[in-house]
């Protein structure tokens, strides 16, 4: 007699937490150590679901810079135009590795084999054309771990440096990548109209009616706020999900394929 042999089955899933969840972006160097630990606890909780179902869930974490990049940054950029970055580099970087490694930090707390992943060490813009080289991130997702991947400061080949937003991450690795889920976790409940209702759903149909609705954020941001979010994943024709990270499970909802918020395609 033969034996049954369960074929285990691999879900593979990004997922941006907006920095604005895990910080109070206008008090530099926060934390919402709440936020943090229930997001590591829902990331746990859904890889322990996967495994009951013979399933295993790989991903990929995005983390935006929050109230450690953003007020850094600002102090060497000015209308787009940097200065002093001779220390100013180097003072983005550290801040970013410093946020970076709380995150870690806490997912081990939680047993998730998180590792860091830093893109001002090899993320380029060529141009508008981000190079980026995706061969050691899915060598460590072969091997169980899950990349933590954070917004930075990068160079860029017009001779001059860049802004590498977690926004820009999320659809890079999506199209490249082509998980099932993309997530992408905001402090509102998806993309919203002027009377403050969720657009279900954005299409080639009624994106113009939609960038209507979109402003800046007025928070300490220097990535462009909700416009570069839908706009990133729209162009490059990405199928991404933003949602409100701040609700308690949500970020398990996400990873568990249930349907919340903007759908993107």
């Not at 220390?87 to 970087?93: R, S, T």
């Not at 991130?137 to 072969?142: A, F, N, P, T």
């Not at 954070?150 to 160079?155: V, Y």
């Not at 979109?214 to 928070?219: A, E, G, I, N």
Request: one cysteine or more.
């Amino acid at each position: 007699k033969y034996k049954k042999i369960k074929l285990l089955i691999f879900m593979f899933g990004i997922l941006k937490l907006g920095g604005s969840i895990l910080c109070n972006k206008d008090i530099p160097y926060s934390i919402n150590w709440d936020n943090l630990n229930r997001i590591s606890m829902e990331i746990k909780q859904s890889i322990e679901e996967y495994s009951k179902k013979n399933e295993k869930l790989d991903l990929i974490i995005i983390h935006g810079g929050g109230s450690f990049g953003h007020p850094v940054a600002k102090k060497y950029i000015n209308k787009n135009e940097f200065r002093n970055m001779d220390i100013g580099f180097w003072d983005i970087q550290k801040s970013m590795r410093k946020f970076n490694n709380i995150v870690i930090d806490a997912l081990h707390e939680y047993d998730i084999p998180a590792v860091s992943i830093q893109p001002s060490s090899f993320v380029a813009f060529n141009g508008n054309d981000i190079h980026f080289d995706t061969y050691v991130i899915e060598g460590m997702l072969k091997r169980g771990l899950i990349p933590v991947i954070h917004g930075d400061i990068i160079l860029s080949n017009g001779g001059d440096y860049r802004i590498f937003s977690g926004d820009h991450a999320l659809p890079y690795l999506s199209k490249k990548l082509k998980p099932d889920l993309s997530l992408h976790s905001s402090d509102v409940d998806g993309v919203l109209d002027f009377k403050n209702r969720v657009i279900k759903h954005i299409t080639s149909e009624n994106i113009n009616e939609v960038l209507k609705y979109l402003s800046p954020s007025k928070k300490e941001d220097v990535t462009g706020g909700m416009y570069l979010k839908v706009m990133e994943a729209y162009k490059l024709g990405v199928r991404t999900i933003i949602f409100n990270g701040n609700k308690k499970g949500n970020i398990y909802k996400g990873l568990m394929g249930e349907d919340i918020g903007t759908k993107i395609n």
